[in-house]
């Protein structure tokens, strides 16, 4: 019984149990991008909720929380577009170029970049991550 216990103590076993379980259901019932998709969605809620409940907490606005919820939705958009692309006959380098969805999904691919960048400067600059960088060269001096 304390080997039972154990084992759902640490966290990461019973997402990996939950994440399979969910992984098999899809596959059996062959929604396998619909999964994706919605479970997309409901991380980029997770995301927002996790944001509005800070800014209720503590009167601020945590914007990697919000990047994240941002990251998320393109990175869903770019799933979606590069399933739709399966669909289309590329013969040659000119079909490449002259198809409206291949424009889509570069631009999508630059703006996860760009979030991507924005993610990494807002932890850079945020308060606690500065404060925490000045008493670690404080504890040098």
Known sequence: MRRFMRFFKDKFYIEILFATALFFVALSLNLMLEFIIYMLYFIIYLEIVRAVINYIREQRVVI?????????????????????????????????????????????????????????????????????????TDNYV
């Not at 960048?117 to 670690?136: F, Q």
Request: aromatic share 10%; charged share 20%.
């Open 64 to 136: 990697s929380f919000l990047v994240d919820a941002f990251i998320i939705l393109a990175l869903r958009e770019l799933i979606v577009n590069l399933v739709k692309i399966n669909n289309e006959k590329i013969d040659s380098i000119e079909a490449l170029w002259s198809s409206s969805l291949n424009y889509n999904i570069m631009i999508i691919s630059g703006v996860i970049l760009f979030l991507f960048l924005v993610r990494y400067l807002s932890v850079k600059t945020a308060p606690k991550y500065l404060i925490d960088k000045i008493k670690k």
